[in-house]
């Protein structure tokens, strides 16, 4: 028998950004803040370009990732990321949503590298604890991307995948609620919103499939309904990866559950158990709810959406019961 594996009291080595890497970042979250979005992207999409063009090699020696929280957006990822993140067996990627599969893939794989730690340092942590740390990332809209999931079989075939799932109405009324903090939906009713969604979007859809390179800022932030159909979206993945390297997390037993729901993520990633006593939420605004008519109309249109999905990852996430009780309760209060 073994002894077990003892856990470090350290943590895994952080990478330390040099002094010029750490001018570009600042200066990067400046103009992340000035510009308008489009603007943003294609200038540093240039600076890239112009890094490869002289010879950098920002990830030299640099691990790709172990593991990455695919999804979905506003369902929870940046906590679970977070708590995650404490796992002194866990060295994370320089910042959580890198995007390299959707929005960054023509900056290259080197540039991916680059925001993951040595493999030097890994041995060396594997020398001294007896495993290796895991690496990985999480950028929640690789999910419903079109063409993030081809992209990752390709780069990372053998990657554990963690999807965080939300309640689907309450996840696009979160999403609605964020594009209106952020002043990116001019429409001032969630209702309005969806019913413009199919055709506002249609011209965006066709266009992304036809160009991979094409980034499309009105897909991402106005996608409420489309972003919350889970099934179609994990159809394309398991098409491309085996049902066992997914691991599904429920947002709300995050809420409820927490230290349960943190251990089956380690469990999945075969990491030791890690006795995590704080559970702090991040990104929770308050906003007031949406009307019951626009609640019941939007159960009733995700209803075989979530039948679907149950049927697919063999999961009931029970969201269809949780409404009929929520809905019974207010008819009886």
């Not at 010879?55 to 695919?70: A, C, N």
């Not at 499309?216 to 394309?236: I, V």
């Not at 599904?248 to 075969?270: C, M, Y």
């Not at 019951?292 to 019961?321: C, M, Q, S």
Request: aromatic content about 12%.
């Amino acid at each position: 028998m073994t002894d077990p594996i003892q856990l470090p009291t350290d943590r895994p080595p952080e990478r330390a950004a040099s002094f010029p890497n750490r001018l570009v970042a600042r200066a990067d979250g400046l103009l992340r803040g000035t510009l308008p979005r489009p603007l943003y992207h294609f200038g540093r999409g240039r600076y890239y370009d112009a890094r490869r063009l002289v010879g950098r090699s920002p990830g030299r020696g640099r691990m790709l990732p172990d593991y990455l929280i695919i999804g979905v957006a506003k369902g929870g990822t940046t906590t679970l990321c977070a708590w995650l993140n404490e796992h002194p067996f866990i060295s994370p990627a320089a910042h959580k949503e890198v995007h390299y599969f959707d929005y960054e893939f023509p900056r290259g794989e080197d540039w991916y590298r680059s925001h993951f730690p040595l493999e030097s340092d890994r041995h060396a942590f594997e020398l001294e604890h007896g495993r290796p740390f895991l690496t990985g990332e999480a950028s929640p809209t690789y999910i419903s991307h079109a063409w993030a999931p081809e992209r990752i079989a390709r780069a990372l075939p053998n990657a554990r995948l963690i999807v965080a799932l939300r309640d689907p109405v309450d996840r696009a009324y979160s999403h609605y609620q964020m594009t209106r903090r952020e002043g990116e939906e001019p429409l001032e009713s969630f209702a309005e919103a969806v019913d413009a969604e199919e055709g506002r979007l249609a011209p965006e859809v066709a266009r992304s499939a036809a160009d991979r390179r094409y980034n499309s800022w009105p897909l991402g932030c106005w996608s409420y309904l489309r972003r919350s159909r889970y099934a179609e979206q994990l159809e394309r993945w398991f098409q491309l990866f085996p049902r066992d390297q997914f691991h599904f997390v429920k947002n709300e037993d995050l809420a409820e559950n927490p230290a349960v729901t943190l251990a089956s993520v380690h469990d999945f990633l075969e990491l030791p158990p890690h006795d995590k006593q704080d559970f702090p939420k991040f990104h929770v605004a308050s906003y007031s709810g949406m009307t019951p008519e626009t609640r019941a109309k939007l159960v009733d249109y995700f209803r075989p959406h979530n039948e679907r999905l149950y049927e697919l990852v063999g999961i009931d996430f029970g969201w269809d019961r949780d409404a009929a009780a929520a809905a019974q309760a207010a008819s009886t209060s």
